[in-house]
């Protein structure tokens, strides 16, 4: 898979894109410190095989888009300390990026599908970019961080001190996704560590996950923003999701006027393999009566 740049919104953008591109376009956003690569090749291939051109990319301060690294690693902690803090950017301007990448490439409006943090983003594109914006997908997301907060464990697995060298890193990355992952599915580790060596390869500094995470803790409530929206919505949510918990989906369905809420048994904070035929249906369903719309 040929991996992409582009300007977009005054940064370098990296991406990839699968499928037919005469087909109508799907965007892609990955979650908190993720890079493209965690949208499984496998899940790509089988919803481009569905009559779509996907594209996946790199959110600023991640993978090979632009980092914003002379800022510096934020005081996390001083957050939860209730220091004021001045975050480099919020997720509306994450969001400003996609709404830019869609433009530059000539793919909006698109089907929108976000994951976590990329939830939000999607979420925020929607409001934002009404015009950017065919059917939007928010997936193991919410409207707001007071809303769905994760457990003290799941908690503590993502606040952790970030890894210093590939080994420790995989092994993080290992660990974490064991805590928060699909509490009703196989846990692919072999996959886990393979995602994560790529990952720190393309990418090996954490600072950039602190700076996206302060934006998300910055970041205001898009409840009011989501009962404004007029699109075609869809909720997907996992039961046993412990970092983004369960309520957390059911606000975002119930501000969205019309918002279809799939609550999936057994899925936590990961996309197992074993969800992805039901997902991908469900995603291919909205757009479709989205399209004939």
């Known amino acids: 898979m040929a991996v992409l740049t582009t300007k977009a919104n005054g940064l370098e953008l990296a991406y990839e894109q699968f499928g037919n591109p005469d087909n109508p376009p799907v965007l892609l956003i990955m979650g908190l410190g993720a890079q493209m690569?965690?949208?499984?090749?496998?899940?790509?291939?089988?919803?481009?095989?569905?009559?779509?051109?996907?594209?996946?990319?790199?959110?600023?301060?991640?993978?090979?888009?632009?980092?914003f690294t002379e800022i510096g690693t934020p005081d996390i902690e001083a957050y939860f300390r209730g220091e004021e803090q001045?975050?480099?950017?919020?997720?509306?301007?994450?969001?400003?990026?996609?709404?830019?990448?869609?433009?530059?490439?000539?793919?909006?409006?698109?089907?929108?599908?976000?994951?976590?943090?990329?939830?939000?983003?999607?979420?925020?594109?929607?409001?934002?970019?009404?015009?950017?914006?065919?059917?939007?997908?928010?997936?193991?997301?919410?409207?707001?961080?007071?809303?769905g907060a994760p457990t003290d464990e799941a908690l503590a697995v993502i606040m952790a001190p970030p890894a210093t060298n590939k080994e420790g890193y995989i092994e993080q990355s290992v660990r974490t996704f064991a805590a928060i992952g699909s509490p009703g599915f196989p846990y692919d580790e072999k996959r886990q560590r393979t995602i994560a060596a790529e990952s720190y390869d393309r990418d090996?500094?954490?600072?950039?996950?602190?700076?996206?995470?302060?934006?998300?803790?910055?970041?205001?409530?898009?409840?009011?923003?989501?009962?404004?929206?007029?699109?075609?919505?869809?909720?997907?949510?996992?039961?046993?999701?412990?970092?983004?918990?369960?309520?957390?989906?059911?606000?975002?369905?119930?501000?969205?006027?019309?918002?279809?809420?799939?609550?999936?048994?057994g899925m936590g904070h990961d996309l197992p393999e074993g969800l992805w035929t039901d997902v991908i249906g469900h995603i291919e369903a909205l757009a479709r009566r989205a399209d004939a719309a």
């Not at 997936?139 to 961080?145: D, E, F, R, Y």
């Open 86 to 147: 001045n975050p480099p950017y919020l997720v509306d301007d994450m969001a400003d990026d996609a709404a830019s990448l869609l433009d530059v490439l000539s793919l909006s409006p698109a089907h929108v599908v976000g994951v976590s943090m990329g939830g939000m983003i999607a979420q925020a594109l929607a409001i934002n970019h009404p015009g950017s914006v065919r059917s939007l997908t928010s997936i193991m997301s919410t409207p707001s961080m007071s809303v």
């Open 37 to 67: 690569i965690s949208w499984p090749d496998g899940f790509c291939k089988k919803l481009a095989d569905r009559g779509f051109h996907l594209t996946r990319y790199d959110n600023r301060d991640t993978g090979l888009s632009t980092h």
């Open 204 to 265: 090996p500094d954490p600072s950039g996950t602190a700076r996206q995470l302060l934006a998300i803790m910055c970041s205001s409530d898009r409840t009011p923003g989501l009962q404004q929206l007029d699109v075609p919505a869809l909720v997907i949510h996992g039961t046993g999701d412990p970092l983004v918990q369960p309520e957390a989906g059911e606000a975002t369905a119930a501000a969205i006027r019309g918002a279809e809420l799939v609550l999936e048994e």
